[in-house]
Every structure is written in C-alpha cells, then in structure tokens.
C-alpha cells in the first residue's frame, strides 16, 4: 500500500532585527532630547520591517527566501558635548532582491535660551550668506574625489540636490554629509561620507552654535 507523500513547505526565516543606538557621557536635557529622537527612528524602522515582514508573508516567492529579512542599524557619535549632540545612524535593510539597501538618518540637537532643540544648517552661517550655493560648491568638489558619485559627476544629479538628500553632522573636524544609497551614485559605489572641515567654509557665524569649535 502506497502511503501519500507527505508535503512539507519550508518556511522562510524569521526576520532579523539588531540595533546599535549611540552611547554618550553627557547628561543633559540635549543628550536627553537627541537620544529619544534616534530611538524613535530605530523604533521606527523596526515597525517598517516587521510590518513589511507580514504583508509578504502569503507570497509564494517569500517563503522560498533563504535569507531572512533584515534590518541592522548602526550608530556613531560626531559630537558629544553638554550643549550640542550630533549623531550619525545607519540603517541597512534587506527585504528581497538582490542586495539590501542603506540610509542615513543623523539627530544635531542643540541648546538654545528657551531650552533644547533642533539644530538647523541655516543656523550655522551668517544671515547675509548664501551658504546653500557655497556648501553645493564645496561638497561638488569632495565628492568628486570620493569616485563614488557618478550621478554627480554625469549630471543625472545636481550639487544643490546632493545637499537637500545629505544628512549631516558636526564633529570637532567639521561638518560631515554623508549621502544614501542611489543619493550620488549608484549602488556598488556605496554611501560616501565626506568632511567639510571648518576652514573650509564660508560664512559660519563666530557668534553661532559652533563657536566653541572655531577657536
């Protein structure tokens, strides 16, 4: 007697989440206010996931995934100090296809007279300043020497476009852009990081937020 052959469906790997948040010394109500700010995105991102996780579920192609859906965030500190935080996170998904994918998200939180808030690019510069133009000019230039802009280069993207897609950060070097996959380049060219340093800059306001570092 033939017995019926027992069909078994594999089911594809559970997701796999892992999140690095910034570790900081500083305990004001600014470390305070931009640590909330990178949890929120890491709790996010993690929502996004699983949620995307589920809505795949039911398809054919999902249960033959060998890898599972992924999501790794990672973060490094640019500036920690008691009245200025600026932090760098990056989040490096898959959910299918070929390769994964990666996006920056960075937090600048800065002390002000009625309290903590957000600290604005505008906010660095001088009012009289055109610093949109001067920064495009400058991060045309950087990024030209990372080779990891070829949409910049062939002119598929603008240097004042590059500009609006950075995140940014402050460290004690300078301003650093760091720019998404797909932002000014193609995918194999990676996420390019670049530093503006300080010296570099036209305009910043010796009066601003950054006048502790421009001594």
């Not at 500083?26 to 305070?32: H, L, P, Q, R, Y």
């Not at 600290?119 to 030209?144: G, N, T």
């Not at 010796?206 to 006048?211: E, V």
């Given at each position: 007697?033939?017995?019926?052959?027992?069909?078994?469906?594999?089911a594809a790997p559970a997701?796999?989440?892992?999140?690095?948040?910034?570790?900081?010394?500083?305990?004001?109500?600014?470390?305070?206010?931009?640590?909330?700010?990178a949890k929120t995105w890491?709790?996010?991102?993690?929502?996004?996931?699983?949620?995307?996780?589920?809505?795949?579920?039911?398809?054919?192609?999902?249960?033959?995934?060998?890898?599972?859906?992924?999501?790794?965030?990672?973060?490094?500190?640019?500036?920690?100090?008691?009245?200025?935080?600026?932090?760098?996170?990056?989040?490096?998904?898959?959910?299918?296809?070929?390769?994964?994918?990666?996006?920056?998200f960075t937090v600048n939180?800065?002390?002000?007279?009625?309290?903590?808030?957000?600290?604005?690019?505008?906010?660095?510069?001088?009012?009289?300043?055109?610093?949109?133009?001067?920064?495009?000019?400058?991060?045309?230039?950087?990024?030209?020497?990372?080779?990891?802009?070829?949409?910049?280069?062939?002119?598929?993207?603008?240097?004042?476009?590059?500009?609006?897609?950075?995140?940014?950060?402050?460290?004690?070097?300078?301003?650093?852009?760091?720019?998404?996959?797909?932002?000014?380049?193609?995918?194999?060219?990676?996420?390019?990081?670049?530093?503006?340093?300080?010296?570099?800059?036209?305009?910043?306001?010796?009066?601003?937020?950054?006048?502790?570092?421009?001594?």
């Amino acid at each position: 007697m033939l017995l019926p052959a027992l069909i078994v469906f594999a089911a594809a790997p559970a997701p796999k989440i892992t999140v690095q948040l910034p570790v900081v010394r500083s305990k004001t109500v600014v470390a305070a206010a931009a640590l909330r700010d990178a949890k929120t995105w890491a709790a996010a991102k993690k929502v996004w996931l699983l949620s995307t996780a589920k809505r795949d579920a039911n398809e054919p192609w999902y249960k033959e995934l060998t890898y599972p859906y992924t999501l790794e965030i990672t973060s490094s500190v640019s500036m920690d100090h008691p009245s200025l935080q600026s932090y760098r996170l990056m989040a490096g998904t898959y959910t299918g296809g070929a390769h994964g994918n990666g996006q920056y998200f960075t937090v600048n939180k800065v002390m002000t007279p009625s309290g903590q808030g957000d600290l604005m690019l505008s906010q660095l510069f001088l009012p009289e300043i055109d610093y949109r133009a001067e920064l495009a000019k400058v991060l045309h230039r950087k990024l030209s020497e990372t080779n990891q802009a070829s949409s910049l280069e062939d002119g598929t993207v603008s240097a004042e476009n590059a500009l609006s897609s950075a995140q940014w950060t402050v460290s004690t070097r300078g301003i650093e852009f760091g720019f998404d996959n797909y932002a000014v380049g193609s995918f194999a060219e990676g996420m390019p990081i670049v530093t503006v340093p300080f010296s570099e800059l036209i305009g910043l306001n010796p009066a601003g937020p950054l006048r502790f570092l421009m001594k």
